[in-house]
């Protein structure tokens, strides 16, 4: 089965830099890659997903690359705001089936 | 419904007991998972149906755990003789089709077993 590893486990950073979290995949019919937003008590929030078929999208402050090869996947927020503040999942997927797996989290801290 | 409902959203109960908990989806969505989250963990796969039937149950820990959706929407995870190992957020998802496209998760059930 697929297997999602997701690091650093808690970044902190100072309001207006920039904040990396990396992940990497094992399962090379993986094809869909979302990253989720979750804050305290409350539901997993899509913010960015990338397929297998491109290797970078761009949503404003945040971005996502994909090196398959590698078999790894990042994202990227610039300028970073305190309400970035929460705690950030990636997850691989195949089409089928749709079920994602996902890494164990990133714990992200933006200091005003 | 606008989004995915689950119920209750916190449940406290006795080591060895059953619970039920619910996942109602959004409207038209027959896809629907189940997933388990402890804490400080990333959300982990459960159960995946497709209409009425589980097309993928592989996640479900043991027989303990079951889940039915009797008519292609509303869907139970029932978890029999509880243990403490149980507690977590139990989350529930829905896609359109079995797709990525517009998969959403609910705000999850608390379960704690004491």
């Known amino acids: 089965g697929e297997n999602v590893e997701q690091h650093p486990s808690t970044l902190s950073v100072q309001e207006g830099d920039s904040a990396v979290i990396k992940c990497t995949y094992s399962?090379?019919?993986?094809?869909?890659f979302p990253w989720y937003k979750q804050e305290l008590g409350k539901r997993p929030q899509l913010i960015i997903d990338?397929?297998?078929?491109?290797g970078e999208k761009k949503d404003q402050r945040i971005a996502v690359t994909l090196n398959k090869t590698a078999k790894h996947f990042s994202l990227h927020i610039t300028e970073t705001q305190p309400e970035d503040s929460a705690v950030y999942f990636c997850?691989?997927?195949?089409?089928?089936?749709?079920?994602?797996?996902f890494g164990t989290g990133t714990s992200l801290t933006v200091i005003p | 419904g606008a989004g995915v409902s689950q119920t209750p959203s916190n449940k406290v109960t006795e080591k060895g007991k059953y619970v039920e908990l619910r996942c109602d989806p959004i409207?038209?969505?027959?896809?629907l998972y189940w997933y388990r989250q402890s804490l400080g963990q990333g959300p982990e796969f459960l159960i995946y149906?497709?209409?009425?039937?589980?097309?993928?149950d592989s996640g479900l820990p043991n027989d303990r755990f079951f889940a039915v959706r009797p008519e292609g929407s509303v869907s139970t995870l029932k978890i029999q003789r509880t243990e403490r190992g149980d507690s977590a957020v139990y989350l529930c998802?829905?896609?359109?089709?079995?797709?990525?496209?517009?998969?959403?998760f609910g705000s999850g059930t608390r379960l704690t077993v004491v």
């Open positions: 399962d090379s019919a993986s094809n869909y």
């Open positions: 149906f497709q209409g009425t039937g589980a097309a993928d």
């Open positions: 409207s038209g969505h027959t896809a």
């Open positions: 997850a691989a997927s195949r089409n089928t089936g749709n079920q994602f797996y």
């Open positions: 990338i397929r297998s078929n491109v």
């Open positions: 998802a829905s896609s359109p089709s079995g797709g990525s496209y517009g998969y959403t």
